[in-house]
C-alpha cells in the first residue's frame, strides 16, 4: 500500500507525530494527510495480511497449528547440593570460613578444616573478622606459627572437602588463597594434595610477604587417583599470617570457564539441549525469611565479594555459582536464560510454618520497595543494558561486554497470595512493563494445581495482563494419566502457562512414562502452554533433601534416571508446529498418547507416542498431511518393566536405544509395553 505524499519515508506514515513532522518540513500541504480512521484501516490491513501468511503457513500442513518455541527446557535448582559441591567446581568445603551455627548447630567457621601441626612444631589458629578481604566475606583465619620443629615441620589447615576430593594422575588442579603478613618475617608456605595416609600426591611452595591481603596460586599435578584426597595448607616458617577464601578447582571445567562448573554433569545438561533454563530457585528463590531471599547483586563480581549465605535446604550457598555464571552457562548451551527474582516476599513455610499452615511468609517493608523494583530493573540494565549503561559496564567488567539477551524474568515462586504479595507482585510488575515492555514476565500460580492460591495467582495474573503463569505440582503417576487432557480446555484468550515445576513421585520407568504421556499433552497444548520444566534437577548420593530428581550424582559418578531420558527424548526433539489426525491409536485409552510435531527449521516430523499400559498396543500413522517423506527415518525408543530403574549399582538399566526405521506414508506402529518411542521424519 502506498501513499502518496511529500517526503515520504516508511516511518512518515506509521504514526501521527511523524505525519507532523513531515508537514512540518516540507512547509506545505501533504498531497495527502492521514487520518486517524485510515491509520487504524492500515495497522488493520497489516495484520490481516501477517494473519494471512500465517495461516498460509499452517496450510501447508494440515491440522498443524504454530505452537510455543521455547516449550521444554530445564529448571535448576540449588536443592540437593546441586550446586556447592555439585555442579560448581569447587573442590573445597566451607572455603572462605563461612559456616555457621545458624546453618547447622553444628556448624562453624572451621567446619570441613582441620588444624594441624607437623612434627613438634606448634602454634595457634583463631577466626577473626576486624580486617577481612572484604566487608561481604567477614571470616578469616589467622595461624599463628610459634614454633617450627625441623625442616618438615610446620602449622596449618586440611580441608576435606565435599566427602573427600576426587584426584586423577597427571591432571591439572589450580589452587589458590588470600593472605596477609601480619607479623615482621614472610611466611613460607606449602600447598599440597594427601591421599588418607598422608602421603603427598602434588604439592608447591610460595612466601606470603605482603602485609596486605594478596591472591597467590599454584598448580597442582597429583601422581595418583584417589576419590578421598584432602588439602593441605602448611605454614613452614615461623611467623603470623592470616589466610581466606581458600580454593581448589579442577584445571578442566566445562568449557574450560574460569570459576567454572564440572564438565560431566554441565555435559548433561548440554545434552538436553533445553530452550531455556529457570534459576536459581524455587523456594531458594525467596528464601524462608528476608534474611536469605535470592539477591542477584550478592551474587555476582569477585568471590572474595559475594554474600554467601544460609540456603533454605539446610547447607551452605557461596554464591560461586552466581547470577554471571547461571547467565554464562546458559549462553554456552544455547538456552535462553529465565532468572526468578523473590516477589519481595519470603516462602509462607518460613520457619517451619507448613506445619502449622504456612503462616509464615514475610514481606519486605514498603519502604524497602522502590529500592527493590530498582534491583529487579537493574538485572535488566545488567543482562541486557550496553556497556555505557551502569549495570552493563559490571557485565563487560566481568568479562561479558555482549548482551546476554535477556527475553523472561519470572517473580515469584509459589506464593501464598496474600494481600502484600499482591501489593508487591503488582508494584514490580507494573514497574517491569513500564520500563521494559520487551520483557516477558512470569507470575506464578501457587504450589499445587488447583486450590485457593492457584485461583488467586491466576486470577491476579490475568487482572494484571501478566503474559505467562507458572504453575507447579508433584503427584503420582496416574494423576498424569488422568490429568492429561488438563490444558486442553484453558482459555486462549488468557495468560500463558510455565509449567515450572513438575514430576511424578518417583525415578522408575512407570514415573518417566507418566511425564512422558503428560508431555505428548504439552505439546498438544503448545499454543497455550508456553514453557514446561521437570523438576528438581540434581541429586547428590547422601546430601538430598528431595526425591524424586532427574540425575543423582557423587564426587566422581553419575547416573541418569528413566525421567531423564524422557525429557531429552522431548527436547531434542521439539517443533515449531503441531500437527493433529497423524497419530491415531484407535481407541479412547487412555494409557497411550502421542503427538506429531513438525521443526520447520529442519524439515524434519517428529512423532511421539507413549504406552504407559502393560500390553503392546498398535498406532496407525497417517503422514498424508505432509508431502514428500524420506523412509530413512530414525527411532529411539526407551522401555523396560514399570518397576525398573537405573541406580549408581546398575547405571543402564534403562536407557534409550536408538536404530533406523523404514517410514511409509501410512504404516501401523506397535507399540511396546510401558515404552516411549520417537521418530524422526525427514520431508527434505
Ligand atoms: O523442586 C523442589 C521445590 O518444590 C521447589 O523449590 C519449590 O518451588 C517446590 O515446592
Known sequence: ?????KYQTPNAYMNCSNMKKVQEISNSKPLLIVSKKMMVAIVGLFIFFIAQSQTAKEKMIPGGKKISPDLFGLFFEDINYAADGGLYAEMLQNRSFEYSPTERKEWHPLSFWEYITTGYSYGKISVQTNNPVHPNNPHYIVLDIEHIYDKEGGVGIKNFGFDGMVVKAGERYNFSMFAARLGTKPVSLTVSLQNTKGKVLAADSFSASSGNWQKYTATLT???NTDSATLVVLATTEGKIAVDVISLFPDKTFKNRSNGLRPDLAQLLADIHPKFIRFPGGCLSHGDGLGNMYRWKNTIGPVEQRVEQRNIWGYHQTAGLGYFEYFQFCEDIGAKPLPVLPAA??????????????????????????????????LIEWANGPVTSAWGAKRAEAGHPAPFNLEYVGIGNEDKITPEFEQRFTMIYEAVKAKHPE????????????????????????????PVADEHYYKPPQWFVSNQYRYDGYNRRKAQVYLGEYASWGNKMQNALSEALYMTALERNGDVVRMASYAPLFAKKNFTQWKPDMIFFDNSHYFLTPNYYVQKMFTTNQGDYYVGKVINNNSSDSLVAGSCVFESKSGDIVLKMVNTGTTQKIIKINLSAFGKINPDAIK???????????????????????AAFKAGKNFDYSLPPTSVTVIRIKTK
Open 636 to 658: 529411539t525408543e526407551l522401555s523396560g518393566s514399570a518397576d525398573a530403574a537405573n541406580s549408581f549399582e546398575n547405571t543402564t538399566a534403562i536407557m534409550p536405544v536408538t
Open 345 to 378: 516476599v519470603s516462602c509462607q513455610n518460613s520457619g517451619g510454618t507448613w506445619r502449622i499452615g504456612g503462616t509464615g511468609q514475610r514481606a519486605l517493608p514498603l519502604e524497602e520497595m522502590q529500592d527493590y523494583i530498582q534491583e529487579v530493573l537493574d
Open 439 to 466: 520483557i516477558t514476565v512470569v507470575g506464578t500460580a501457587g504450589p499445587a494445581p488447583d486450590g485457593e492460591d492457584f485461583s488467586k495467582g491466576w486470577d491476579l495474573v490475568n487482572n494484571l495482563h501478566v
Open 222 to 224: 597429583p601422581n595418583e
Open 1 to 5: 500500500m502506498i501513499i502518496k505524499g
